[in-house]
């Protein structure tokens, strides 16, 4: 959540960085009206209290002098004045409320150095590596080749459940097996322990994170249960040190997992509708990092490392993005997109997203550490690495041979 004190202290130059991210102008007043209203009353509550304490400090006086009488009377003014505060009180907690609900709804702050931009054409390309395959045929796409081997079966996804949705079979499905295997034991060797999370989570999770409010229309959401399919493995990675203070954080708390993830893609209809690239349900070895804000940056540079190391480990064409603001995610403070070439499309396309959303999910979830007597936020990163679907497309496109059938790379041979 944003820090509102920061916001109230600073609100001209927060806002326009929110601004920069999509938060609408109207929302943004209706949060300056309640920081008004709320020093309105605070100004008054505040005269209120010192009124009270003065007259406090007469009844004392009186009575030592044996004015009964007239101490009576002001401590009745007193009482009238302790009505009149508690009135305040009230009503300071009611635009408190106000506040910490809207709040839930503001996205992150965009670091200083995140380009401002207004979609994914503002993003900036910070490097390519690997050389894009040259073919001297005529490449298709994953999913003609799909259908040609008998690895992807469209239809039956759609009878078991709806369009996109997706069987894989005979290769493909181990080729996911082996992706998945393959990322655990890479980003094990980075030093991410292996955790293994439900995939359904409830709503106080789902919060902490930032799914919800905001993106509840994106969810999958379990009929007259407080439980919702995970998005991604980074809500109850991170979920797992919510309400909690870490005794203990000079090394950073790192994790990866393996799990499905669960999306309506509410905003994407008519984008992608043939193949895998955009499905309901996917798979996605996800990372999850949890530092002293001081070691946030220099987790953040290894998390991309590692994500781009296993493609370069796969041989995989691809290029390293910085997210402009209006494209940065909902939580994310910075973010470096990893994009894969795809030959059919003659293009880019992401693959990964590592983000660092400084104390922004910390203060959702209270995620705390000891720095000697004081509990302080942490900061919580993500990142996709990789996910798995993708880069099944990746290598069914990448490998493919002149006579439609698909060569497994190097790194993947021993998982088959």
């Known amino acids: 959540m944003i820090d509102l004190k920061l916001l109230e202290r600073d609100f ?8 920069t991210k999509g938060v609408k102008e109207e929302d943004l007043k209706e949060i300056k009206k309640l920081f008004e209203e709320k020093k309105e009353i605070q100004t008054v509550f505040e005269k209120y209290q010192a009124k009270r304490n003065s007259l406090s400090k007469e009844i004392g006086l009186l009575m030592r002098e044996g004015k009964k ?3 009576e009377t002001i401590k009745t003014k ?3 004045i302790k009505v009149k505060i508690e009135e305040l009180n009230e009503k300071l907690k009611k635009i ?15 670091d200083s150095d995140v380009p401002v931009g207004k979609d994914e054409d503002d993003n900036v390309e910070i490097k390519r590596v690997g050389e894009i395959p040259v073919f001297d045929f005529e490449v ?3 999913d003609e080749l799909g259908e040609e081997l008998n690895w992807l079966d469209f239809k039956a996804g759609v ?3 709806k369009s996109r949705f997706t069987v894989l079979k005979s290769e493909a499905a181990r080729l996911e097996r082996a992706l998945i295997n393959f990322f655990l034991e890479h980003n094990r060797s980075y030093g991410f322990e292996e955790v293994y999370v439900p995939f359904l989570v409830n709503s106080q999770t789902m919060t902490a994170t930032g799914q919800l409010p905001k993106f509840k229309d994106d969810l999958f959401k379990i009929e007259d249960e407080d439980l919702y399919l995970i998005p991604t493995a980074e809500v109850p990675l991170t979920n797992l040190f919510r309400d909690e203070i870490i005794a203990d954080l000079n090394e950073p708390v790192k994790l990866t ?3 499905p993830c669960f999306r309506k893609e509410a905003g994407s209809y008519g984008k992608d509708t043939k193949g895998i690239i955009r499905q309901h349900q996917f798979d996605k070895v996800e990372l999850v990092a949890i530092t002293k804000p001081e070691d946030s940056d220099k987790m953040f540079d290894e998390m991309v490392e590692c994500a781009s190391n296993a493609l370069e480990k796969l041989g995989l064409a691809y290029r390293q993005l910085m997210l402009c603001t209006g494209d940065l995610g909902f939580s994310a403070a910075k973010t470096i997109d990893l994009e894969v070439w795809i030959p059919s499309q003659n293009r880019y396309r992401e693959i990964s997203s590592v983000s660092n959303t400084r104390d922004f999910q910390a203060r959702r979830g209270k995620i705390r550490y000891k720095d000697g007597k004081k509990n302080r936020l942490v900061h919580t990163l993500n990142g996709s690495s990789l996910a798995v679907g993708r880069t099944l497309v990746a290598i ?6 002149k006579d439609g059938k698909i060569k497994i790379p190097e790194v993947l041979q021993k998982y088959i």
């Open 69 to 71: 009488d007239e101490a």
């Open 12 to 19: 001209e130059n927060i806002a326009s960085k929110l601004k």
């Open 140 to 142: 298709k796409s994953h």
């Open 96 to 110: 408190e409320e106000k506040l910490n609900q809207k709040a839930l709804s503001i996205p992150n702050i965009p």
């Open 78 to 80: 007193v009482n009238d």
């Open 257 to 259: 997992a393996y799990t």
């Open 159 to 161: 009878k078991l459940a």
């Open 396 to 401: 069914m496109e990448n490998y493919q041979t």
